[in-house]
Protein backbone atom coordinates (compact mmCIF):
# COMPACT_ATOMS: atom_id res chain seq x y z
CA UNK A 1 0.00 0.00 0.00
CA UNK A 2 1.28 3.32 -0.86
CA UNK A 3 2.39 5.89 2.05
CA UNK A 4 -1.14 8.26 1.34
CA UNK A 5 -3.12 5.05 1.76
CA UNK A 6 -4.94 4.37 5.33
CA UNK A 7 -3.58 1.07 6.75
CA UNK A 8 -6.86 -1.12 7.72
CA UNK A 9 -6.81 -0.71 11.54
CA UNK A 10 -6.31 3.25 11.28
CA UNK A 11 -8.74 6.02 10.84
CA UNK A 12 -8.90 9.32 10.04
CA UNK A 13 -11.33 10.53 13.11
CA UNK A 14 -9.42 11.56 16.27
CA UNK A 15 -12.85 12.34 18.17
CA UNK A 16 -15.63 11.43 16.21
CA UNK A 17 -18.32 11.87 18.99
CA UNK A 18 -17.93 15.85 18.33
CA UNK A 19 -19.82 14.99 14.63
CA UNK A 20 -22.86 13.59 16.57
CA UNK A 21 -26.15 15.29 16.21
CA UNK A 22 -26.93 15.48 20.05
CA UNK A 23 -23.16 16.98 20.58
CA UNK A 24 -22.75 19.57 23.05
CA UNK A 25 -19.85 21.42 21.97
CA UNK A 26 -17.78 22.86 25.35
CA UNK A 27 -17.18 26.55 23.05
CA UNK A 28 -20.36 27.55 21.70
CA UNK A 29 -19.68 30.31 19.23
CA UNK A 30 -21.70 33.15 17.55
CA UNK A 31 -24.27 32.93 19.65
CA UNK A 32 -23.04 34.98 23.01
CA UNK A 33 -26.14 37.91 23.04
CA UNK A 34 -29.23 34.96 22.80
CA UNK A 35 -27.12 32.98 25.71
CA UNK A 36 -27.03 36.15 27.76
CA UNK A 37 -31.02 37.10 27.19
CA UNK A 38 -31.74 33.71 27.98
CA UNK A 39 -29.85 33.57 31.34
CA UNK A 40 -31.36 36.93 32.07
CA UNK A 41 -34.71 35.35 32.07
CA UNK A 42 -33.76 32.45 34.18
CA UNK A 43 -31.58 34.14 36.69
CA UNK A 44 -34.55 34.87 39.22
CA UNK A 45 -34.90 31.09 39.72
CA UNK A 46 -31.66 30.97 40.80
CA UNK A 47 -33.25 33.57 43.76
CA UNK A 48 -35.91 31.34 44.16
CA UNK A 49 -38.50 32.82 42.13
CA UNK A 50 -40.46 32.68 38.91
CA UNK A 51 -38.41 33.02 35.53
CA UNK A 52 -39.29 35.07 32.89
CA UNK A 53 -40.87 32.75 29.96
CA UNK A 54 -38.73 33.18 26.85
CA UNK A 55 -39.85 32.52 23.24
CA UNK A 56 -37.18 31.73 21.08
CA UNK A 57 -37.55 31.33 17.17
CA UNK A 58 -35.26 31.28 14.45
CA UNK A 59 -34.65 28.74 10.91
CA UNK A 60 -33.48 24.93 11.90
CA UNK A 61 -30.18 24.61 12.58
CA UNK A 62 -29.28 28.01 14.21
CA UNK A 63 -28.18 26.71 17.76
CA UNK A 64 -31.91 26.98 19.69
CA UNK A 65 -31.36 23.91 21.40
CA UNK A 66 -27.72 23.63 22.01
CA UNK A 67 -28.10 27.30 23.57
CA UNK A 68 -30.63 26.44 25.92
CA UNK A 69 -28.96 22.72 26.82
CA UNK A 70 -25.85 24.94 27.15
CA UNK A 71 -27.78 27.08 29.39
CA UNK A 72 -29.30 24.27 31.46
CA UNK A 73 -25.65 22.73 31.84
CA UNK A 74 -24.22 25.50 33.87
CA UNK A 75 -27.18 26.84 35.88
CA UNK A 76 -27.55 23.14 37.00
CA UNK A 77 -23.77 24.12 39.00
CA UNK A 78 -25.61 27.26 40.57
CA UNK A 79 -28.85 25.38 42.49
CA UNK A 80 -30.56 22.42 43.26
CA UNK A 81 -33.98 23.57 43.51
CA UNK A 82 -34.58 24.31 40.10
CA UNK A 83 -35.56 21.35 37.68
CA UNK A 84 -34.72 21.94 33.64
CA UNK A 85 -36.19 19.57 31.22
CA UNK A 86 -36.60 19.70 27.72
CA UNK A 87 -39.48 18.27 25.35
CA UNK A 88 -39.27 17.43 21.72
CA UNK A 89 -42.38 18.40 20.96
CA UNK A 90 -41.87 16.61 17.11
CA UNK A 91 -41.81 13.13 19.30
CA UNK A 92 -44.06 14.05 22.18
CA UNK A 93 -47.42 16.55 19.94
CA UNK A 94 -50.14 15.76 22.39
CA UNK A 95 -50.64 17.51 25.64
CA UNK A 96 -50.41 14.14 27.61
CA UNK A 97 -47.24 12.97 26.28
CA UNK A 98 -45.69 16.56 27.29
CA UNK A 99 -46.64 15.88 30.76
CA UNK A 100 -45.28 12.22 30.84
CA UNK A 101 -42.28 13.34 29.75
CA UNK A 102 -42.21 16.03 32.54
CA UNK A 103 -43.58 13.61 34.91
CA UNK A 104 -40.65 11.07 34.46
CA UNK A 105 -38.17 13.52 34.21
CA UNK A 106 -39.27 14.46 38.10
CA UNK A 107 -39.80 11.06 39.27
CA UNK A 108 -37.56 9.05 37.08
CA UNK A 109 -40.31 6.60 35.99
CA UNK A 110 -43.17 6.66 33.23
CA UNK A 111 -46.43 7.12 34.33
CA UNK A 112 -49.10 4.09 33.63
CA UNK A 113 -49.62 4.24 29.98
CA UNK A 114 -53.56 4.60 29.77
CA UNK A 115 -56.02 4.64 32.36
CA UNK A 116 -54.35 8.26 33.95
CA UNK A 117 -56.17 11.46 33.49
CA UNK A 118 -53.82 14.53 32.33
CA UNK A 119 -54.97 16.12 35.34
CA UNK A 120 -54.09 13.59 37.76
CA UNK A 121 -50.42 13.61 36.65
CA UNK A 122 -50.81 17.35 35.95
CA UNK A 123 -51.75 17.60 39.92
CA UNK A 124 -49.05 15.62 40.56
CA UNK A 125 -46.04 17.28 38.92
CA UNK A 126 -47.64 20.40 41.00
CA UNK A 127 -47.62 18.63 44.22
CA UNK A 128 -44.20 17.80 43.77
CA UNK A 129 -43.11 21.07 42.86
CA UNK A 130 -44.67 23.00 45.90
CA UNK A 131 -43.43 20.29 48.51
CA UNK A 132 -40.20 20.21 47.19
CA UNK A 133 -39.65 23.72 46.93
CA UNK A 134 -38.35 23.25 43.71
CA UNK A 135 -38.82 25.54 40.43
CA UNK A 136 -39.72 23.76 37.00
CA UNK A 137 -38.05 25.62 33.80
CA UNK A 138 -40.05 23.61 30.90
CA UNK A 139 -38.37 23.80 27.24
CA UNK A 140 -40.84 22.98 24.75
CA UNK A 141 -38.80 22.58 21.80
CA UNK A 142 -40.59 22.51 18.60
CA UNK A 143 -43.46 23.91 19.86
CA UNK A 144 -44.98 24.14 16.08
CA UNK A 145 -45.78 20.38 16.27
CA UNK A 146 -47.54 21.21 19.34
CA UNK A 147 -49.75 23.65 16.84
CA UNK A 148 -50.19 20.55 14.03
CA UNK A 149 -52.15 18.62 16.87
CA UNK A 150 -54.21 21.67 18.63
CA UNK A 151 -52.39 21.08 21.90
CA UNK A 152 -50.51 24.27 21.92
CA UNK A 153 -52.31 26.69 23.75
CA UNK A 154 -54.25 24.04 26.20
CA UNK A 155 -50.35 22.79 27.21
CA UNK A 156 -48.94 26.70 27.58
CA UNK A 157 -52.42 27.79 29.72
CA UNK A 158 -52.02 24.50 31.82
CA UNK A 159 -48.42 25.57 32.88
CA UNK A 160 -48.64 29.34 33.17
CA UNK A 161 -51.72 29.78 35.26
CA UNK A 162 -50.54 26.46 37.13
CA UNK A 163 -50.29 28.37 40.45
CA UNK A 164 -53.42 29.63 40.45
CA UNK A 165 -54.45 26.40 41.04
CA UNK A 166 -51.92 25.14 42.79
CA UNK A 167 -50.58 28.35 44.92
CA UNK A 168 -46.58 28.12 45.51
CA UNK A 169 -46.14 26.32 42.13
CA UNK A 170 -43.32 27.86 40.30
CA UNK A 171 -42.96 27.16 36.04
CA UNK A 172 -41.15 28.71 33.33
CA UNK A 173 -41.54 28.10 29.86
CA UNK A 174 -39.04 28.36 27.16
CA UNK A 175 -41.20 28.00 24.12
CA UNK A 176 -39.13 27.37 21.13
CA UNK A 177 -39.92 28.41 17.32
CA UNK A 178 -38.78 26.87 14.32
CA UNK A 179 -39.07 29.93 11.48
CA UNK A 180 -40.44 28.00 8.53
CA UNK A 181 -42.21 31.50 6.76
CA UNK A 182 -45.34 30.67 9.11
CA UNK A 183 -46.49 33.02 12.05
CA UNK A 184 -47.56 31.48 15.02
CA UNK A 185 -50.11 32.72 17.17
CA UNK A 186 -51.29 31.86 21.40
CA UNK A 187 -54.29 32.39 22.17
CA UNK A 188 -55.16 35.87 24.11
CA UNK A 189 -55.56 33.97 27.37
CA UNK A 190 -52.38 32.49 26.69
CA UNK A 191 -50.47 35.65 25.61
CA UNK A 192 -52.17 37.67 28.68
CA UNK A 193 -49.75 35.33 30.75
CA UNK A 194 -46.88 34.31 29.10
CA UNK A 195 -44.98 37.58 27.89
CA UNK A 196 -42.27 36.51 27.04
CA UNK A 197 -38.57 37.47 26.82
CA UNK A 198 -38.47 37.00 22.54
CA UNK A 199 -35.52 35.82 21.97
CA UNK A 200 -33.88 35.84 17.62
CA UNK A 201 -31.76 33.05 16.33
CA UNK A 202 -30.56 34.34 12.25
CA UNK A 203 -29.49 32.51 10.03
CA UNK A 204 -24.90 32.08 10.47
CA UNK A 205 -23.31 34.15 7.93
CA UNK A 206 -20.58 32.34 6.03
CA UNK A 207 -17.84 33.97 8.04
CA UNK A 208 -19.56 31.97 11.20
CA UNK A 209 -19.80 28.59 9.16
CA UNK A 210 -16.57 29.11 8.36
CA UNK A 211 -15.25 29.07 12.00
CA UNK A 212 -18.14 26.43 13.23
CA UNK A 213 -16.99 23.77 10.63
CA UNK A 214 -13.12 24.86 11.16
CA UNK A 215 -13.94 23.96 14.70
CA UNK A 216 -15.53 21.00 14.44
CA UNK A 217 -12.65 19.52 11.85
CA UNK A 218 -9.89 20.59 14.22
CA UNK A 219 -11.71 18.25 17.26
CA UNK A 220 -13.04 15.74 14.99
CA UNK A 221 -9.91 14.65 12.57
CA UNK A 222 -6.81 14.29 12.90
CA UNK A 223 -4.31 17.21 11.42
CA UNK A 224 -4.01 17.81 7.54
CA UNK A 225 -7.03 15.35 7.19
CA UNK A 226 -9.41 18.06 5.49
CA UNK A 227 -7.45 21.03 3.83
CA UNK A 228 -9.18 24.28 3.77
CA UNK A 229 -10.45 23.68 0.18
CA UNK A 230 -12.64 20.76 1.29
CA UNK A 231 -14.05 22.86 4.65
CA UNK A 232 -14.87 25.96 1.97
CA UNK A 233 -17.19 23.32 -0.11
CA UNK A 234 -18.58 21.89 2.89
CA UNK A 235 -19.54 25.78 4.26
CA UNK A 236 -20.94 26.55 0.93
CA UNK A 237 -23.19 23.71 1.10
CA UNK A 238 -24.14 24.51 4.55
CA UNK A 239 -24.59 28.34 3.63
CA UNK A 240 -26.91 26.69 0.71
CA UNK A 241 -29.40 25.13 3.24
CA UNK A 242 -28.57 27.04 6.12
CA UNK A 243 -28.53 24.20 8.02
CA UNK A 244 -25.55 23.68 10.26
CA UNK A 245 -26.64 20.08 11.52
CA UNK A 246 -26.05 19.47 7.82
CA UNK A 247 -22.95 20.71 7.51
CA UNK A 248 -21.92 18.33 10.93
CA UNK A 249 -23.14 15.37 9.01
CA UNK A 250 -21.61 15.99 5.81
CA UNK A 251 -18.17 16.68 8.06
CA UNK A 252 -19.04 12.76 9.28
CA UNK A 253 -20.49 11.23 6.40
CA UNK A 254 -17.05 12.84 4.07
CA UNK A 255 -14.99 11.31 6.69
CA UNK A 256 -16.38 7.75 6.83
CA UNK A 257 -16.59 8.63 2.44
CA UNK A 258 -12.57 8.85 2.39
CA UNK A 259 -12.28 5.79 4.97
CA UNK A 260 -14.00 3.81 2.32
CA UNK A 261 -11.45 4.73 -0.15
CA UNK A 262 -8.85 3.89 2.38
CA UNK A 263 -7.21 7.33 2.03
CA UNK A 264 -5.58 9.78 4.36
CA UNK A 265 -7.20 12.94 3.21
CA UNK A 266 -10.70 13.70 2.65
CA UNK A 267 -11.34 15.24 -1.05
CA UNK A 268 -14.10 17.32 -2.14
CA UNK A 269 -15.41 14.04 -3.75
CA UNK A 270 -15.99 12.64 -0.72
CA UNK A 271 -18.00 16.02 0.25
CA UNK A 272 -20.10 15.58 -3.13
CA UNK A 273 -21.14 12.79 -2.56
CA UNK A 274 -21.94 13.15 1.37
CA UNK A 275 -23.99 15.71 0.04
CA UNK A 276 -26.92 13.65 -1.68
CA UNK A 277 -27.51 11.92 2.02
CA UNK A 278 -26.89 14.98 4.07
CA UNK A 279 -29.10 17.50 2.54
CA UNK A 280 -32.20 15.21 3.53
CA UNK A 281 -31.50 14.99 6.63
CA UNK A 282 -33.70 17.42 8.24
CA UNK A 283 -36.28 16.08 5.94
CA UNK A 284 -35.79 12.67 6.63
CA UNK A 285 -36.15 13.50 10.50
CA UNK A 286 -38.90 15.57 10.59
CA UNK A 287 -40.93 13.08 8.07
CA UNK A 288 -40.46 10.24 10.65
CA UNK A 289 -42.02 12.50 13.14
CA UNK A 290 -45.34 12.31 10.87
CA UNK A 291 -48.50 9.51 11.79
CA UNK A 292 -48.70 6.65 9.14
CA UNK A 293 -51.63 7.85 7.71
CA UNK A 294 -49.95 11.77 7.14
CA UNK A 295 -47.19 9.51 5.80
CA UNK A 296 -49.67 8.25 2.81
CA UNK A 297 -50.79 11.55 2.47
CA UNK A 298 -47.37 12.98 1.19
CA UNK A 299 -46.64 10.07 -0.50
CA UNK A 300 -49.73 10.08 -2.73
CA UNK A 301 -48.60 14.04 -3.34
CA UNK A 302 -45.44 13.02 -4.25
CA UNK A 303 -46.03 10.43 -6.20
CA UNK A 304 -48.75 12.75 -8.05
CA UNK A 305 -47.17 16.15 -8.34
CA UNK A 306 -49.66 18.73 -8.91
CA UNK A 307 -52.71 17.40 -7.54
CA UNK A 308 -56.03 19.12 -6.61
CA UNK A 309 -57.78 18.32 -3.90
CA UNK A 310 -60.91 16.41 -4.91
CA UNK A 311 -58.59 13.91 -6.96
CA UNK A 312 -56.21 13.79 -4.13
CA UNK A 313 -58.52 12.92 -1.41
CA UNK A 314 -60.46 9.96 -3.80
CA UNK A 315 -56.76 8.72 -3.65
CA UNK A 316 -56.64 9.26 -0.15
CA UNK A 317 -59.75 7.62 0.96
CA UNK A 318 -59.37 4.59 -1.39
CA UNK A 319 -56.05 3.89 0.89
CA UNK A 320 -57.12 4.74 4.10
CA UNK A 321 -61.16 4.91 4.37
CA UNK A 322 -60.69 8.38 6.37
CA UNK A 323 -63.60 10.81 6.26
CA UNK A 324 -63.21 14.25 4.47
CA UNK A 325 -62.83 16.57 7.31
CA UNK A 326 -59.40 14.60 8.71
CA UNK A 327 -57.61 14.64 5.09
CA UNK A 328 -58.51 18.69 4.93
CA UNK A 329 -56.90 18.78 8.20
CA UNK A 330 -53.68 16.66 7.15
CA UNK A 331 -53.57 19.02 4.17
CA UNK A 332 -53.31 21.87 6.44
CA UNK A 333 -50.97 20.27 8.61
CA UNK A 334 -48.35 19.44 5.60
CA UNK A 335 -48.65 22.97 4.27
CA UNK A 336 -47.96 24.47 7.45
CA UNK A 337 -45.35 22.26 7.83
CA UNK A 338 -44.18 23.17 4.26
CA UNK A 339 -43.85 20.08 2.95
CA UNK A 340 -46.06 20.84 0.58
CA UNK A 341 -47.96 24.41 -0.96
CA UNK A 342 -51.78 24.27 -1.32
CA UNK A 343 -52.62 27.17 -3.23
CA UNK A 344 -55.87 27.93 -4.48
CA UNK A 345 -55.64 27.85 -8.49
CA UNK A 346 -58.57 30.49 -9.04
CA UNK A 347 -60.46 27.98 -11.52
CA UNK A 348 -63.60 26.04 -9.86
CA UNK A 349 -66.48 27.04 -8.23
CA UNK A 350 -65.70 30.99 -7.09
CA UNK A 351 -61.43 30.26 -7.70
CA UNK A 352 -61.32 28.12 -4.94
CA UNK A 353 -60.05 24.66 -5.99
CA UNK A 354 -57.07 23.88 -4.56
CA UNK A 355 -54.00 22.57 -6.21
CA UNK A 356 -51.29 20.51 -3.94
CA UNK A 357 -47.67 20.60 -4.65
CA UNK A 358 -44.87 19.21 -3.35
CA UNK A 359 -42.08 21.68 -1.85
CA UNK A 360 -39.36 19.13 -2.18
CA UNK A 361 -38.26 16.72 -5.03
CA UNK A 362 -40.81 14.22 -5.42
CA UNK A 363 -38.03 11.56 -5.47
CA UNK A 364 -36.37 13.12 -2.32
CA UNK A 365 -39.69 12.78 -0.19
CA UNK A 366 -39.86 9.16 -1.71
CA UNK A 367 -36.48 8.45 -0.48
CA UNK A 368 -37.06 9.65 2.86
CA UNK A 369 -40.34 8.19 3.64
CA UNK A 370 -38.62 4.36 2.38
Not at 68 to 95: G, P
Not at 117 to 139: D, G, P, Q, R, W
Not at 170 to 190: C, E
Request: net charge negative; aromatic share 10%.
Amino acid sequence: MGKDMLMWDETLFKDGNVLELDYLPDHFSHRESQTQSLMYSLRPALRGMRPINSLISGPPGTGKTTTVLKVFKEMKKHSEDIVFIKVNCQMDSTKFAVITRVYQGLFNVSPPSSGVAFIKLFEKVMNYLIEKEKTLVLCLDDINYLYHEGHADEVMYSLLRAHEQYPGAKVGVIAIVSDTGKLYQFDPKVNSVFLPEEIAFPRYNYSELQDIIGGRIDLAFYPNVMLDDVRDAIVEYVDLTGDLRVGIDLLKRAGLNAERRASKTILVEDVEKAYDTSRLLHLRRSVQSLAPDERTLLCLIAENKDVQTGDLYKLFHEKTDLGYTRFYDMVNKLSEARYVDADFSGKGMRGRTRIIKPRYQPEDILKCLE
